[in-house]
């Protein structure tokens, strides 16, 4: 790949602000294991010294196939994966890695534009980052998706198990709504069972799908900001980029709308934000 015009991370652009810095791991007491699929060696070599220095302890892979079985042997915390690989490449390489593993992917691209943006997350990947960027950066954004995805197991450990439930179930007109759950116009979620009813059918939403419909049924009606949104679904602390709500808000109503492309149960407000249209009276 070319990216002459762009500089490799600085080894002192990682600062101890940073949570978890002074060599802190970013989880418990061991050291989180990196797949960083890189191949150029002006960025590689910059950037694992800045990981190790943070406490990371990184593998490299220098092609697609490279990094796809270093993958299976070595399952790491987080992968960091350019986009420009030799021989496959780097969105290749997400999909094959999400047809097994939901793990943190966070594509590094010297390509920026919106439509290589959007691609990388429609296919998977949590975040990306463009170069030439600080490895500052970098390493905040890691430590994000990481504890994003430690909340999303553990709040996967917490949801109720129940061993009669069986994939794609049906519900009749009459049914009686479970107590706590959300109830608008022919949507129903339902926060303790993590199930949602559409239409009289049960559709399966990934965690994160979930809480952004559990938010904007809980304020049906009326707008919720994008900020609001990214503040409740991924914390206060997120550091990436905001197209990964319009990611998300795509793939919900793909799931829950009767014309995904001519939504009318998740509208858009220019400018402000999202709306679940409450039905009218």
């Known amino acids: 790949m070319s990216t002459a015009s762009t500089g490799p991370p600085s080894p002192d652009a990682v600062g101890r602000g940073v949570e978890g810095g002074s060599g802190a791991p970013a989880s418990g007491d061991r050291r989180v294991e990196v797949l960083l699929a890189e191949d150029e060696e002006s960025f590689v070599d910059a950037l694992v010294v800045n990981l190790e220095r943070e406490n990371f302890r990184v593998r490299v892979a220098r092609d697609g196939p490279e990094a796809l079985a270093a993958?299976?042997?070595?399952?790491?915390?987080?992968?960091?994966?350019?986009?420009?690989?030799?021989?496959?490449?780097?969105?290749?390489?997400?999909?094959?890695?999400?047809?097994?593993?939901?793990?943190?992917?966070?594509?590094?691209?010297?390509?920026?534009?919106?439509?290589?943006?959007?691609?990388?997350?429609?296919?998977?990947a949590d975040d990306y980052v463009s170069k030439p960027y600080r490895a500052r950066e970098l390493v905040s954004r890691m430590r994000a998706v990481l504890r994003r995805s430690q909340a999303d197991?553990?709040?996967?450990?917490?949801?109720?198990?129940?061993?009669?439930?069986?994939?794609?179930?049906?519900?009749?007109?009459?049914?009686?709504?479970?107590?706590?759950?959300?109830?608008?116009?022919?949507?129903?979620?339902?926060?303790?069972?993590?199930?949602?009813?559409?239409?009289?059918?049960?559709?399966?939403?990934?965690?994160?799908?979930?809480?952004?419909?559990?938010?904007?049924?809980?304020?049906?009606?009326?707008?919720?900001?994008?900020d609001t949104l990214i503040d409740r679904v991924w914390g206060p602390d997120y550091v990436g980029d905001t197209k990964t709500l319009d990611v998300h808000i795509k793939r919900l109503r793909s799931r829950i709308e009767r014309?995904?492309?001519?939504?009318?149960?998740?509208?858009?407000?220019?400018g402000l934000g999202h709306r679940f249209e409450a039905p009218r009276r």
């Open 71 to 124: 993958f299976h042997e070595q399952r790491p915390d987080v992968v960091l994966l350019d986009v420009m690989l030799p021989k496959m490449s780097g969105l290749d390489v997400c999909r094959a890695i999400r047809v097994h593993s939901s793990v943190p992917i966070i594509m590094v691209t010297a390509k920026s534009t919106e439509i290589d943006t959007v691609v990388g997350l429609e296919i998977g």
């Open 153 to 226: 197991e553990s709040a996967s450990l917490r949801a109720p198990q129940d061993p009669t439930f069986t994939a794609g179930p049906t519900v009749g007109p009459g049914t009686v709504p479970a107590a706590g759950a959300i109830v608008v116009g022919e949507v129903q979620l339902d926060p303790d069972r993590h199930e949602c009813i559409v239409r009289g059918a049960e559709v399966q939403l990934p965690l994160k799908e979930f809480e952004l419909l559990e938010v904007l049924l809980a304020n049906a009606g009326r707008v919720v900001t994008r």
């Open 259 to 270: 014309d995904p492309s001519s939504p009318v149960l998740i509208t858009t407000i220019r």
